[in-house]
Protein backbone atom coordinates (compact mmCIF):
# COMPACT_ATOMS: atom_id res chain seq x y z
CA UNK A 1 0.00 0.00 0.00
CA UNK A 2 1.51 3.55 -1.04
CA UNK A 3 1.82 5.53 1.84
CA UNK A 4 1.89 9.74 2.20
CA UNK A 5 4.96 11.34 3.33
CA UNK A 6 4.37 12.41 7.40
CA UNK A 7 3.83 16.54 7.26
CA UNK A 8 4.77 18.65 10.35
CA UNK A 9 4.38 22.25 10.82
CA UNK A 10 7.40 23.27 12.83
CA UNK A 11 10.20 25.72 13.04
CA UNK A 12 10.68 28.59 10.54
CA UNK A 13 11.93 26.84 7.60
CA UNK A 14 10.21 24.14 4.83
CA UNK A 15 12.18 20.90 3.72
CA UNK A 16 11.93 17.00 2.86
CA UNK A 17 13.86 14.58 4.86
CA UNK A 18 13.70 10.57 2.91
CA UNK A 19 15.71 9.40 6.16
CA UNK A 20 12.11 10.01 7.91
CA UNK A 21 10.10 10.58 4.66
CA UNK A 22 9.34 13.49 6.27
CA UNK A 23 7.56 17.26 5.27
CA UNK A 24 8.10 19.93 7.12
CA UNK A 25 6.58 22.90 7.19
CA UNK A 26 6.42 26.20 8.69
CA UNK A 27 2.49 27.00 10.05
CA UNK A 28 0.57 28.31 7.88
CA UNK A 29 0.29 31.71 9.16
CA UNK A 30 3.83 32.71 8.75
CA UNK A 31 3.36 32.91 4.83
CA UNK A 32 1.58 35.90 3.27
CA UNK A 33 -0.90 34.10 1.25
CA UNK A 34 -2.40 30.93 1.65
CA UNK A 35 -0.87 30.66 -2.36
CA UNK A 36 2.73 31.08 -1.17
CA UNK A 37 2.00 28.11 1.15
CA UNK A 38 0.91 25.92 -1.00
CA UNK A 39 3.74 26.88 -3.32
CA UNK A 40 6.10 25.40 -0.74
CA UNK A 41 4.11 22.74 -0.29
CA UNK A 42 4.23 21.42 -3.40
CA UNK A 43 8.04 21.92 -3.74
CA UNK A 44 8.22 19.50 -1.03
CA UNK A 45 5.69 17.03 -1.88
CA UNK A 46 7.53 17.22 -5.14
CA UNK A 47 10.58 15.84 -3.43
CA UNK A 48 9.02 13.53 -1.32
CA UNK A 49 8.42 11.75 -4.77
CA UNK A 50 12.05 10.88 -5.25
CA UNK A 51 11.65 8.25 -1.94
CA UNK A 52 12.82 5.25 -2.77
CA UNK A 53 9.31 4.00 -2.04
CA UNK A 54 7.62 6.40 -4.86
CA UNK A 55 10.03 7.29 -7.71
CA UNK A 56 13.48 6.88 -6.56
CA UNK A 57 15.49 9.28 -8.16
CA UNK A 58 19.03 9.95 -7.33
CA UNK A 59 19.05 13.82 -5.80
CA UNK A 60 16.43 12.24 -2.84
CA UNK A 61 17.28 8.51 -2.26
CA UNK A 62 20.65 9.26 -1.86
CA UNK A 63 21.87 11.75 0.32
CA UNK A 64 23.65 14.85 -1.69
CA UNK A 65 26.05 17.67 -0.78
CA UNK A 66 24.84 20.73 -1.24
CA UNK A 67 24.91 22.48 -4.53
CA UNK A 68 26.33 19.22 -6.52
CA UNK A 69 25.02 18.32 -9.59
CA UNK A 70 22.55 16.07 -8.12
CA UNK A 71 21.69 18.61 -5.84
CA UNK A 72 20.60 21.50 -7.97
CA UNK A 73 19.09 19.10 -10.27
CA UNK A 74 16.66 17.96 -8.02
CA UNK A 75 15.93 21.32 -7.02
CA UNK A 76 15.07 21.84 -9.88
CA UNK A 77 12.49 19.22 -10.44
CA UNK A 78 10.78 20.10 -7.36
CA UNK A 79 10.47 23.56 -8.33
CA UNK A 80 9.02 22.91 -11.84
CA UNK A 81 7.25 20.15 -10.42
CA UNK A 82 5.33 22.66 -7.87
CA UNK A 83 4.94 25.18 -10.83
CA UNK A 84 2.85 22.16 -12.69
CA UNK A 85 0.76 22.16 -9.63
CA UNK A 86 0.25 25.59 -9.09
CA UNK A 87 -1.09 25.71 -12.50
CA UNK A 88 -2.89 22.34 -12.05
CA UNK A 89 -4.63 24.06 -8.71
CA UNK A 90 -5.06 27.43 -10.25
CA UNK A 91 -2.83 29.22 -8.38
CA UNK A 92 -1.14 31.87 -10.42
CA UNK A 93 -0.18 34.37 -7.73
CA UNK A 94 2.17 37.38 -10.08
CA UNK A 95 4.86 37.09 -6.57
CA UNK A 96 4.70 33.39 -6.21
CA UNK A 97 5.39 32.82 -10.12
CA UNK A 98 8.32 35.54 -9.76
CA UNK A 99 9.69 33.96 -6.82
CA UNK A 100 9.86 30.70 -8.43
CA UNK A 101 11.44 31.86 -11.88
CA UNK A 102 14.58 33.33 -9.62
CA UNK A 103 14.63 30.12 -7.80
CA UNK A 104 15.13 27.95 -10.83
CA UNK A 105 17.07 30.60 -12.62
CA UNK A 106 19.63 30.31 -9.35
CA UNK A 107 19.96 26.83 -9.86
CA UNK A 108 20.74 26.91 -13.65
CA UNK A 109 23.42 28.91 -13.24
CA UNK A 110 24.94 25.98 -11.15
CA UNK A 111 24.73 23.40 -13.81
CA UNK A 112 25.14 25.48 -17.10
CA UNK A 113 27.39 23.33 -18.40
CA UNK A 114 24.60 20.84 -18.88
CA UNK A 115 22.67 20.94 -22.06
CA UNK A 116 20.28 18.46 -21.35
CA UNK A 117 19.54 19.71 -18.03
CA UNK A 118 15.94 21.41 -18.68
CA UNK A 119 14.53 18.46 -21.07
CA UNK A 120 15.87 16.00 -17.72
CA UNK A 121 14.47 18.16 -14.88
CA UNK A 122 11.46 18.91 -16.96
CA UNK A 123 10.36 15.06 -17.61
CA UNK A 124 11.12 14.28 -14.22
CA UNK A 125 8.54 17.08 -12.75
CA UNK A 126 6.35 15.82 -15.19
CA UNK A 127 6.60 12.41 -13.75
CA UNK A 128 6.49 13.26 -10.45
CA UNK A 129 3.55 15.28 -10.89
CA UNK A 130 1.57 12.49 -12.55
CA UNK A 131 2.55 9.93 -9.61
CA UNK A 132 0.92 13.18 -7.02
CA UNK A 133 -1.91 13.43 -9.29
CA UNK A 134 -2.68 9.67 -10.12
CA UNK A 135 -0.84 7.51 -7.62
CA UNK A 136 0.05 9.32 -4.06
CA UNK A 137 -1.71 8.87 -1.74
CA UNK A 138 -1.94 12.72 -1.10
Not at 23 to 31: D, V, W, Y
Not at 69 to 88: D, T
Request: proline fraction near 4%; aromatic fraction near 10%; glycine fraction near 6%.
Amino acid sequence: MLRAPELVHTGSSAYYRADLDQITMPEKRLFASAEQYFGVLYHEICHSTGHPSRLNRVGVSEPQQFANGFYAKEELIAEMGAGYLNNFTGILDQNLLENSAAYIQNWLNELRNDRHLLIEAASKAQKAVDYILMEAPF
